[in-house]
T-cell receptor, first 115, second 113 residues
Framework: GNSVTQMEGPVTLSEEAFLTINCTYT??????LFWYVQYPGEGLQLLLK?????DKGSNKGFEATYRKETTSFHLEKGSVQVSDSAVYFC??????????????FGKGTLLTVNP | NAGVTQTPKFQVLKTGQSMTLQCAQD?????MSWYRQDPGMGLRLIHY???????DQGEVPNGYNVSRSTTEDFPLRLLSAAPSQTSVYFC????????????FGPGTRLTVT
């Protein structure tokens, strides 16, 4: 089936550290890939997206590259801030088939950044 | 624009009670959906709608009903609440052309005792 697997948390970093949150997807069809972020007490917000192989999504200093050869979409940031503390969700959307309107989310990774 | 609004923010029910979680959006989005979020499970799709009068089941539809009589509103009904339905519920909406860019409401935290 169509699924997304992301690294389990929690992840705890010091401010200005480098962040990587791994995400892999099942290679079914030609999915679009996304990262969503959920700040404490809020709903999810789209952080970045990539719709085809080798695309790089970026926003707020975060980046992720759609790697078809490794079926991965890892989230990175060079220097995290305390305000980046949140839960991060990797997600995929199928471009064809009966499930075209559905997003499939990973289980989420809690990131805590300490000053 | 208010975006996606959900009411109530918190609710406690006893087993067997029924209730409706309200969701409304003022962005004229065609697509709306309901998710539940449980620890270690991520978000799971309950029901979704691609337009007024059209609904379909998601991954975990049992115990929930939906209807979409208007573009703006997409209520979620719990017919007979069970402790397994204790969760945080999120409503989301998006345009038909950018379905991935879903706008989420602030959530409803439901406890069933």
């Amino acid at each position: 089936g169509n699924s997304v697997t992301q690294m389990e948390g929690p992840v705890t970093l010091s401010e200005e550290a480098f962040l990587t949150i791994n995400c892999t997807y099942t290679a079914t069809g030609y999915p679009s890939l996304f990262w969503y972020v959920q700040y404490p007490g809020e709903g999810l917000q789209l952080l970045l997206k990539a719709t085809k192989a080798d695309d790089k999504g970026s926003n707020k200093g975060f980046e992720a590259t759609y790697r078809k050869e490794t079926t991965s979409f890892h989230l990175e940031k060079g220097s995290v801030q305390v305000s980046d503390s949140a839960v991060y969700f990797c997600a995929r959307r199928n471009k064809s088939g009966g499930s075209n309107y559905k997003l499939t989310f990973g289980k989420g990774t809690l990131l805590t950044v300490n000053p | 624009n208010a975006g996606v609004t959900q009411t109530p923010k918190f609710q406690v029910l006893k087993t067997g009670q029924s209730m409706t979680l309200q969701c409304a959006q003022d962005m004229n989005h065609e697509y709306m959906s309901w998710y539940r979020q449980d620890p270690g499970m991520g978000l799971r799709l309950i029901h979704y709608s691609v337009g007024a009068g059209i609904t379909d089941q998601g991954e975990v539809p049992n115990g929930y009903n939906v209807s979409r009589s208007t573009t703006e509103d997409f209520p979620l009904r719990l017919l007979s609440a069970a402790p397994s339905q204790t969760s945080v519920y999120f409503c989301a909406s998006s345009t038909g052309t950018a379905i991935y860019e879903q706008y989420f409401g602030p959530g409803t935290r439901l406890t069933v005792t």
